[in-house]
């Protein structure tokens, strides 16, 4: 069977199938990053026009790019409706930069960890991933500024706000610099937010674009997290230079998005009951982090580190004692757990052992507790049992 | 700016820029093939279950899988539900096999003329484009067999019922004959049915999958030209070799299908109510396609050869006379009438002059005289020209 070079760069889909095994609906899933079905908003299809069945603009809802460029310059982006492309979710953004920049060998810059869908993405085109490592106010300007002396990536890309899988969120004065770095040294931006608007406690984080005066960007958002995930609706808004390009990419990837979700989202975005739903939402996740953090002292407050996630929907925990997290994954399922071991969103696995991402928005409160105490259990037999062949290792090399 | 080698391949759109300049309402478009607006089927969104608006699977929704798969066996297509993949319009399905299948050099071979849009995916992807001419019956048993001893292509990518652009149907024994040679030569086979269920006299027709023995295949359809294009959904189906890898690729592209248009086609397919359309809606295009015939007869019957089709949503014509039809596109757009110049379903556009594709769907019947009587005198003009251009050429030359 004759397939093409790319297709050996497919891996398997770990998500995938974490998330087919947490479907079972006895398994209380910390996998995914799936939004709690208590929030999913009532919406009304009652006043949506006939003309909607039509085929419509590669470019989007034209009302509906005008309410995603307003919003944007709300967050200080400069830009119009004539930037920005509707996509059949944000994901679809990580397809059409890869097809706009990379061939094989193409250098990208990304953090470490970072979003493993992305990851998955630019390696399968055949990128060469090179990465900045986080730190606990974003990425570290050092080893940026050391990686953008010596190489020379199509695009670096960042997920400054309530990063995934970190939590971490970019500091004010660290996305300045990150800017003024990129522009420096002539380094295309794509910014990653999906978790922008599933904020706790609001602090100046403008977009990291915004800070841009040089360098192209693209900016990529998403529906999926604040609204209703099955409408399949996101979107960039990327600077005049790529815009054509990425409209292209797009028609020749599924035409335009399906214009049914556009119609629903154009009926939330901007609205005061879109307001009041995101400030029920944000209560509604406060207090699930709230519950996992004190179900995490009881159980991992031992063993683990991490810092309590200020947005988003994720906590990121360092295990003190390294183990291949990948291993724990069938005794935790045994047992009715599903988490998403951290090795998976590093470019080098073996060299990052050790972490697990656990979402926080969909696992109920009074299940979380239970949940949390059988996957230590897991994670501490593990370690036992990790203690004991390091222990006979080194009785074998005395 | 440093993009990647692809992207100096990604043409500007004609579809894209035709279709944009048809959406004035003053225009008469035979452009695109947007179904009419009169036929979009009334739906009702109200039983829809909030749970639909959560992320879904990558396959798509198992009772829809299970429809289509049922729909495909009615028509003697061997699947089963597993091999089904909901895709975000069908267009995806060229997408997806081009990054299965195409480096730069893979060499895949299609009909001439064929469908633009897969073309321009190929050809992205960096194919090497084989073609082999159409006939009344289908394609050429004879050039298909010869190209099929010299090469060995990725794929064959075949349109057999009402193929777009030129509307032909193969015959039953062409299909037989096709899958045997795929079958001799170990060829996969990519068929594409968007027009199947669009057919004014039924005649056995069985997809030239159904006829294979050994070849892999891949086989896809969509609701859009039948239920509403603006829900983005179609399907593939593929032998089982296939099918991981194209739920991989789906899931890297877009995550899932959005699952309120799935939802939808799922209450149409295989009921009462869809059967009752399709009738409707196969009548009421017959209408159209015979408005047009009469008109093509008054305007055209001089100067233009076709076949009258039997399916679908076209008219092929082939002037007597030819010349670069693409030329011909402002001044009919001025005289506010759009069309699709044939050169751009050619591999080599130069050395095809002198078709055009035009739909019968969109035009209202009592617009369409006039609108074709503006065409053929765009034609007409355009061929004065020419023709005093060659007569100068020649005295030239003399």
């Not at 193409?106 to 998955?120: I, R």
């Not at 602090?203 to 990291?208: F, H, L, Q």
């Not at 960007?217 to 997290?225: A, F, Q, R, V």
């Not at 335009?256 to 556009?262: K, V, Y």
Request: hydrophobic fraction near 45%; charge should be negative.
């Amino acid at each position: 069977m004759a397939f093409s070079e790319r297709v050996d760069r497919l891996k398997s889909s770990l998500i995938r199938e974490i998330l087919a095994a947490a479907q079972r609906p006895e398994v209380m899933s910390f996998a995914g990053g799936l939004p709690a079905e208590p929030m999913l908003p009532e919406v009304s299809w009652e006043r949506m026009p006939a003309s909607i069945g039509q085929y419509g603009m590669s470019e989007g809802e034209p009302a509906l790019r005008e309410a995603i460029a307003e919003q944007a310059r709300a967050l200080g982006v400069p830009c119009a409706a004539s930037q920005v492309l509707v996509l059949s979710g944000s994901q679809q953004a990580l397809d059409l930069v890869s097809k706009l920049y990379i061939d094989k060998g193409t250098e990208v810059l990304l953090e470490a960890p970072t979003y493993l869908a992305a990851l998955q993405s630019f390696q399968l085109f055949g990128a060469d991933c090179l990465t900045v490592p986080l730190q606990a106010d974003g990425i570290d300007l050092q080893v940026l500024r050391a990686r953008l002396q010596r190489h020379k990536p199509a695009f670096a890309y960042l997920i400054p706000t309530f990063q995934n899988p970190s939590g971490m969120r970019y500091s004010a004065a660290k996305r300045e610099a990150v800017a003024a770095l990129l522009d420096e040294f002539g380094v295309t931006l794509l910014e990653d937010e999906p978790y922008r608007d599933l904020v706790f406690d609001e602090v100046e984080a403008r977009p990291v674009v915004s800070h841009l005066r040089k360098s192209s960007w693209i900016y990529m958002g998403t529906l999926s997290k604040t609204l209703l995930p099955g409408l399949r609706v996101g979107y960039l808004i990327a600077t005049p230079d790529l815009f054509p390009h990425l409209l292209r990419l797009k028609q020749a990837a599924d035409l335009h998005t399906n214009r049914i979700g556009q119609w629903q989202a154009l009926q939330w975005l901007g609205s005061e009951h879109y307001r009041q739903h995101l400030q029920a939402l944000r209560l509604f996740y406060r207090e699930r982090r709230d519950a996992m953090q004190l179900a995490l002292e009881e159980h991992f407050g031992d063993i683990a580190q991490w810092h309590l996630p200020q947005g988003g929907l994720f906590f990121w925990l360092a295990l003190k004692q390294p183990v291949d997290t990948r291993v724990l994954l069938q005794a935790a399922l045994a047992r009715n757990v599903a988490f998403m071991p951290g090795e998976a969103f590093f470019v080098e696995p073996e060299r990052n052992p050790g972490y697990l991402r656990l979402n926080f928005s969909h696992v109920a409160p009074e299940r979380m507790g239970e949940g949390l105490r059988r996957l230590a259990e897991v994670v501490r037999a593990e370690q036992k049992v990790w203690r004991e062949s390091a222990g006979e290792l080194s009785v074998q090399g005395a």
